[in-house]
């Protein structure tokens, strides 16, 4: 079966320093990766997503950047971190051709202080 | 562009009633439709898809969502909720040409003893 893993789950970073978040997925093969941020346990903001090795669109201009190095590996990175970077991320995959949602990891709560 | 709207921010119900949240689509073609749920600090999961036949869907947890093509909507349903039910519930809607999804805004569910 499928899993998805974020690590870490939680970080506190001051302003001003580097970001790396990694999402990995497990018993698939070519999926299509997400990156969503979530303000305020409410609405959902996509980030990134991926069909390919490093085949990123980004869906919004901002501080952060996305690579996908490896088929099943999804990383999320800042070189200078904001306070209003702090949020609650999640990494989604779906499998690549079929009609289905996306499946999330449990998330990473970054705080920047 | 496809959307999902979900006009309630909160439902509150006692344990034992029927529970219904609600969510209304926009599309051009076909609806994908999907019900996720979030507990507290965690990713989202995946309860139930709406694609094609059947215009009641059954998924996890006793959820069931009606989908209503007249009215445009695609509510979920729980004839007896619980209070482990309480939670946050997000409808999706998929863009099919970049299998990107649509969130709603969320909405926060409380089931009381």
């Known amino acids: 079966s499928q899993t998805i893993h974020q690590w870490p789950a939680t970080l506190v970073q001051p302003v001003g320093s580097p970001l790396s978040l990694e999402c990995t997925v497990e018993?698939?093969?070519?999926?299509?990766l997400y990156w969503y941020r979530q303000a305020a346990g409410r609405g959902l903001q996509l980030l990134f997503y991926?069909?390919?090795?490093?085949?990123i669109s980004s869906e919004v201009p901002q501080n952060l950047s996305a690579s996908r190095p490896q088929d099943r590996q999804f990383i999320l990175s800042s070189k200078k971190l904001l306070l209003s970077d702090s949020g609650f991320y999640l990494c989604?995959?779906?499998?690549?051709?079929?009609?289905?949602?996306?499946?999330f990891g449990p998330g990473t709560r970054l705080t920047v202080l | 562009a496809q959307s999902v709207a979900q006009p309630e921010d909160q439902v509150n119900v006692a344990e034992g009633n029927p529970l219904t949240v609600k969510c209304t689509y926009s599309v051009s073609g076909n609806p994908y439709l999907f019900w996720y749920v979030q507990y507290p600090n965690r990713g989202l999961q995946f309860l139930l898809k709406?694609?094609?036949?059947?215009?009641l869907v059954k998924g996890s947890y006793g959820f069931e969502a009606e989908f209503n093509k007249s009215q445009t909507s695609f509510h979920l349903k729980k004839p007896s909720a619980l209070v482990s039910d309480s939670a946050l519930y997000f409808c999706a809607v998929r863009d099919i040409p970049s299998y990107k999804l649509s969130f709603g805004a969320g909405t926060t569910v409380t089931v009381r003893a």
């Open positions: 018993g698939t093969s070519n999926p299509n």
């Open positions: 709406y694609i094609t036949g059947d215009n």
């Open positions: 991926s069909i390919g090795i490093d085949q």
């Open positions: 989604a995959w779906k499998e690549g051709e079929n009609f289905g949602g996306q499946f």
